[in-house]
């Protein structure tokens, strides 16, 4: 089946503009988390949905980064103002509900000038 | 939270046992141990998730002691296509709740050389 897909897959933002990120998680799947990951680094935690609830979001670094899940589908990770240290590869992850696998998507490679 | 350590990198040659130690000295009871393999423009992929003791799939081994402070990844005989960068990853959700300890480590880079 469909895996795991993100869009876009490259994003080129002038510094202080707007982005939507789309994460389209496998179909069922309760669980989604979205990571960030910087150049030669692991991913680190943002936030994780379980359904359309926004369980946690200790990891978001500022506020002007935003995520929703309004139909416990379909996800958005808005960063408004983009600065340059925003530029990294977003990931996306969707799972069963638990303590599950998470299967990834190819994430959205951000870069701010 | 649960920090991991991990080698930066390793080296092995082709249909060698790679073993891969990751540390997690504050694991916290709730928390599972899982690896990811994540090859270049990649997303992470799934190789084997534990909890205690030892775990077994078709393309690898996890080992953890009874302490859970640690726990290493056994892949056998590798190939070239191994050559990746493998991350161990310290944590867990719970459905209803709110866990934000899902740490990764900074991964080791695997070559495997002919």
């Known amino acids: 089946g469909a895996g795991v897909s993100q869009s876009p897959r490259y994003k080129v933002a002038k510094r202080g503009q707007d982005v939507a990120l789309r994460c389209d998680p496998i179909s069922g799947h309760v669980s989604l988390f979205w990571y960030q990951q910087a150049l030669g680094q692991g991913p680190e935690f943002l936030t994780y949905f379980q359904n359309e609830a926004q369980l946690d979001k200790s990891g978001l670094p500022s506020d002007r980064f935003f995520a929703e899940r309004p139909e416990g589908s379909v996800s958005t990770l808005k960063i408004q103002r983009t600065q340059q240290e925003d530029s990294a590869v977003y990931l996306c992850?969707?799972?069963?509900?638990?303590?599950?696998?998470?299967?990834f998507g190819p994430g959205t490679r951000l870069l701010v000038l | 939270l649960a920090k991991t350590t991990q080698p930066i990198s390793m080296d092995s040659y082709e249909g060698q046992e790679v073993n891969i130690t990751c540390s997690h000295n504050n694991i916290a009871t709730n928390d599972y141990i899982t690896w990811y393999q994540q090859f270049p423009s990649q997303g992470p992929r799934f190789i084997i998730q534990g909890y205690k003791t030892k775990v077994t799939n078709e393309v690898a081994s996890l080992f953890i002691p009874a302490d859970r402070k640690s726990s290493t990844l056994s892949l056998p005989r590798v190939s070239l296509s191994d050559t990746a960068v493998y991350y161990c990853?310290?944590?867990?959700?719970?459905?209803?709740?709110?866990?934000?300890?899902?740490?990764f480590g900074k991964g080791t880079k695997l070559s495997v050389k002919p």
């Open positions: 990853l310290v944590g867990a959700v719970n459905y209803g709740g709110s866990q934000g300890n899902l740490i």
């Open positions: 992850a969707s799972g069963l509900a638990g303590v599950e696998t998470q299967y």
